[in-house]
T-cell receptor, first 115, second 115 residues
């Protein structure tokens, strides 16, 4: 079985500052993918960034970077230079072959960016 | 251009009256998912199709059924909606070759209200 945990239900961040969203996971699958999604109040789920379990380098995508620590089973999202439009729910998710490749989500972290 | 389209965006149905939500995709992806998301919670996987193979989650109530007549379309049928079924329903697709390394693309969701 695979499990995703996000321990921060909500957080405030000052505009233009960086913020780190925590994500830990548990799986026995040697091959898996980790994903971060953003869900604004409109409800759509927006893909942000992906990290593969065999990737040697941490993924980056514009202002988003993923701090992947495989031994600790963590995949934290870092958002640099926060903008007001970053206010949203953020979900960490994973897929693994042993779990039938289904996409499983963590509980989410609500981020509010203050001007 | 929208790649995963859910219709309708908002659906109001009566208690106990069958309702069908639809999802279509232009991505030719082989995997399609249906998630239920209640307010301030993580999306909960109801079932998914891997090609034509239907995969039901163990805790998905029998009240929820699905059909995938072809690659492009997938339907969620709620046979007798109860008040507890009011939620956002998200459809997602992914191209999967068993590696778990591709992101899922989501539609904008259908918000279901049961009256």
């Amino acid at each position: 079985a695979q499990k995703i945990t996000q321990t921060q239900p909500g957080m405030f961040v000052q505009e233009k500052e960086a913020v780190t969203l925590d994500c830990t996971y548990d799986t026995s699958d040697p091959s898996y993918g980790l994903f971060w999604y953003k869900q604004p109040s409109s409800g759509e789920m927006i893909f942000l960034i992906y990290q593969g379990s065999y990737d040697q380098q941490n993924a980056t995508e514009g202002r988003y970077s993923l701090n992947f620590q495989k031994a600790r089973k963590s995949a934290n999202l870092v958002i640099s230079a926060s903008q007001l439009g970053d206010s949203a729910m953020y979900f960490c998710a994973m897929r693994g072959k042993a779990a039938g490749n289904k996409l499983t989500f963590g509980g989410g972290t609500r981020v509010l960016v203050k001007p | 251009d929208a790649m995963v389209i859910q219709n309708p965006r908002y659906q109001v149905t009566q208690f106990g009256k069958p309702v069908t939500l639809s999802c279509s995709q232009t991505l030719n992806h082989n995997v399609m998912y249906w998630y239920q998301q209640k307010s301030s919670q993580a999306p909960k996987l109801l079932f998914h199709y891997y090609d034509k193979d239907f995969n039901n989650e163990a805790d998905t109530p029998d009240n929820f059924q699905s059909r995938r007549p072809n690659t492009s379309f997938c339907f969620l049928d709620i046979r007798s909606p109860g008040l507890g079924d009011a939620a956002m329903y998200l459809c997602a697709t992914s191209r999967d070759r068993g590696m778990g390394n591709t992101e899922a693309f989501f539609g904008q969701g259908t918000r279901l209200t049961v009256v």
